[in-house]
């Protein structure tokens, strides 16, 4: 695309989001009609859907010599507290609804993704005291269950099971979240996730009778839990929010505090704060032998973090006070820092100090309180992801290319072998201690569901402990790695997945493109039973790792964010241009899909090339670029995205802020939007206004819809069944307009 299209297409819509000369809403002047152009793959039209009216305000604000119109902000308000934001989500759902039960092929393809699902399925196993803990799923259930095994080869039992919690009043859907046993396995620490929300509750399970303690930690949120022997942890919350506002509020004050087993939440020990930086986030750990808490502190989602251990005294936990002191190790925040083990007065971390890369280093400790940094494993070309000290050996993860791979190297870091797979795909895993005579990693891809293998560390043996038994071939399906050139002529890779015969025929196929592309984030292949669903259709799957994301260390990152964040935009267009110019997407049959900021990049390219895709999924997207830092978290973001509150970010977030940059009488695809009520991290608010926005104008006949899923949040915790039911839905509008047929 020539540079002067691009910049008409990014240029700033002067006005009330571009539609201010209308002056209400009139729904029929812009219901859509019938895509004439589906009959070409003999799809039957369908009625269209009518859009609910939404009231306009007329609010206009100055900002930086501008005047903004927000006449949608009245859908800010939390659907819980808004009987009138209630409402339209009701209206706007029914709408979506009735459109979607008239896919040709959903309840066929609802039933093939549910038979995806229908294989048995564990988690990586973790041992304390001599006991295995993991989870399985026998196929269909909601959720997994968790087992306990005493022994690699005794008898699993179930622990606990989230399928039988009820849903009491004033809890929500309350689903199982992460789960940390005590060093000695007599104690299980778990959260508990409500309606899919960022906020946890802390709940104590003892191992040797699965009874639930009365223990009972509410308000925590991004938290770890560091257990410091049996007798209590360390983990992280923030204040009560105030009544109403759980879900919408900006967070501060977050505080890391000991809990001591079978006592109250009030009794609970303040450990570490920051009261003169209110808006940082902490996040704890504890060394395996229980010598040191490491207290790691970030202020945005910029790699960059400060270090404070805390020397524990365990024995006196018990019998006496402990002092929380905390010795700094990183202070400033320039640098990102993870913690990877301790032993003894020794600590391991990987961190991009000097090493955009990263690197591994020891900190030796002195009693004085002084230390020494030393290097033991320096920056390669690719990324060093992850690592972990178990038995006498470091094991290494890498990031090549958006792949994963693993080294593992003695404790000087001394290579002594690597483990790789002869496909492309991601190994992760490798939890364990120092003195542990294994670990466990598993391997997927887009056509592999997890595969778990045991690996001893004294001889370096890979044995399987859980494969899969699947419903489908993994060999019927090719997957390729390829790369195309950006708009500035920067290659980028992308991930290919069809049906090999497809493949082999070079027919061009209905197509779904999947990006992300911030955060630092590296979007590796992972399977999915909805995705499968799309591919055992005959349709073709392509994942591009465009810029801003972190597969290929900072450089990449940084240049697509802040001012260079049209680069990601730039890659994810080429990506499609790509895909439709080799034939591989079908004309008219290229779909796109991105949750979170990835919704924000479908959205984006839409107002930039309408004309390039048939249809469009932005999912739980950040689409008001002008006010994401006004609500829970979203102020952590301002160094991806710029600051609202400063002229120079907030012109380039103007630009391309998705709600203030709908191009209307241009024709736009066929688009369903998705969100949640209960979504704490990127707002429904956003979904709200950008769909009003877009059922306001006038942009063509394909339809533009909102789906909001009850009881769910950003995406984590998720029962089975609604994941198979919004797979269903989005993929059936989907194919329907891009032509993929499904019966």
């Known amino acids: 695309m020539a540079r002067e299209e691009a910049e008409a297409l990014t240029a700033p819509v002067h006005g009330p989001v571009g539609y201010v000369a209308t002056p209400s809403v009139q729904p029929s002047a812009t219901q859509p009609s019938p895509d004439r152009a589906a009959d070409r793959w003999g799809i039957t039209a369908l ?4 859009y609910p009216p939404t009231r306009r305000e007329a609010l206009i604000e100055r900002h930086f010599g ?61 041992k304390a005291g001599g006991r295995y803990f993991y989870t399985r799923n026998s196929g269909l259930q909601n959720q997994a269950v ?137 996040r704890v750990s504890v060394s395996s032998d229980g010598r040191w808490a490491v207290i790691i502190s970030s202020a945005s989602t910029l790699p960059r ?84 000290i178990v038995g006498n050996r470091l094991i290494l993860s890498y990031l090549q290319r958006g792949a994963s791979y693993a080294v593992v190297t003695d404790l000087k870091g001394r290579a002594k072998r690597a483990i790789t797979v002869d496909a492309i795909g991601a190994a992760s895993g490798f939890g364990g201690r120092p003195g542990d005579p294994e670990t466990f990693y598993q391997f997927s891809s887009f056509n592999q569901p997890p595969s778990i293998f045991r690996l001893d560390m004294r001889t370096g043996a890979a044995t399987p402990f859980a494969v899969p038994q699947l419903p489908f071939r993994p060999d019927d399906y090719v997957v390729e790695q390829r790369s195309f050139p950006s708009r500035d002529g920067t290659r980028v890779p992308m991930y290919l997945v069809r049906k090999r015969s ?112 048939a249809a469009a999924n932005p999912d739980v997207g950040v689409m008001d670029m002008l006010r994401f830092d006004r609500f829970t978290s979203g102020r952590f973001w301002v160094d991806d995205y710029g600051s609202p509150a400063r002229e120079a970010d907030w012109r380039v977030l103007r630009a391309y802020s998705p709600y203030h940059n709908i191009r209307p009488r241009a024709q736009y695809p066929a688009i369903l939007v998705t969100t949640a009520d209960t979504d704490d991290r990127v707002v429904p608010a956003h979904s709200f206004k950008y769909v009003a926005a877009l059922q306001a104008a006038d942009l063509g006949p394909r339809p533009h819809l909102l789906r909001v899923e009850a009881q769910a949040g950003h995406g984590s915790g998720k029962p089975v069944d609604k994941v198979i039911a919004s797979g269903a839905d989005v993929l059936a509008f989907l194919a329907k307009w891009t032509g993929l047929s499904l019966e």
């Open 502 to 613: 497809l493949a082999a025929s070079a027919t061009p196929a209905p197509t779904l493109l999947y990006g992300y592309g911030g955060f630092d984030v590296a979007l590796t292949p992972g399977y999915s039973a909805v995705r499968m669903a799309w591919l055992e259709a005959g349709g073709v799957f392509a994942l591009a790792n465009i810029r801003g994301g972190g597969e290929f260390g900072r450089a990449w990152y940084d240049a697509g964010r802040l001012a260079n964040k049209q680069n990601s935009f730039d890659d994810f267009i080429a990506a499609g241009e790509y895909l439709v110019n080799e034939g591989i997407a079908a004309k008219g049959g290229l779909a796109i899909q991105g949750g979170s900021n990835g919704g924000m990049l479908v959205a984006t390219v839409i107002n930039q090339r309408p004309d390039l895709f």
């Open 305 to 388: 973090r400060t270090v404070r251990i805390i020397p524990l005294a365990r024995s006196k936990l018990g019998s006496g006070p402990q002092d929380w002191t905390p010795l700094p190790i990183a202070p400033e925040m320039t640098d990102d820092w993870k913690f990877v083990e301790g032993d003894g007065d020794r600590l391991w971390f990987i961190t991009n100090a000097g090493a955009p890369h990263y690197r591994l280093v020891r900190v030796d400790l002195a009693r004085s309180g002084r230390f020494t940094v030393t290097d033991v494993v320096g920056e390669k070309p690719d990324t060093l992801d992850g690592g972990r």
């Open 146 to 282: 968790l087992y306990v095994r005493d022994g690699l080869n005794g008898e699993g039992r179930a622990l606990l099971d989230p399928n039988a919690w009820t849903q009491e009043a004033g809890e929500g859907l309350r689903t199982l979240d992460a789960w940390v046993p005590s060093p000695g396995g007599h104690l299980l620490a778990l959260t508990q996730q409500r309606d899919g929300s960022d906020w946890r509750t802390i709940r104590l399970v003892d191992v040797a009778t699965g009874r639930m303690l009365a223990d009972r930690l509410d308000w925590a949120n991004d938290t770890a839990i560091g257990w410091i022997g049996d007798a209590g942890f360390l983990y992280a919350r923030y204040p009560e929010p105030p009544a109403g506002e759980a879900y919408s509020a900006p967070v501060f004050d977050k505080t890391i505090w000991f809990h001591r087993v079978g006592t109250p939440h009030s009794a609970d020990i303040k450990v570490f704060a920051t009261p003169d930086h209110r808006d940082w986030n902490h």
């Open 66 to 126: 501008e005047d903004l119109a927000d006449p949608y902000r009245w859908l800010e308000a939390d659907v819980r507290v808004s009987p009138e934001v209630a409402g339209w989500v009701a209206q706007q759902n029914a709408a979506s609804s009735a459109y979607l039960a008239q896919l040709p092929g959903r309840d066929a393809l609802r039933e093939k993704i549910r038979s995806l699902f229908a294989f048995e399925r564990f988690s990586l196993p973790r």
């Open 47 to 50: 009625s269209a859907p009518h």
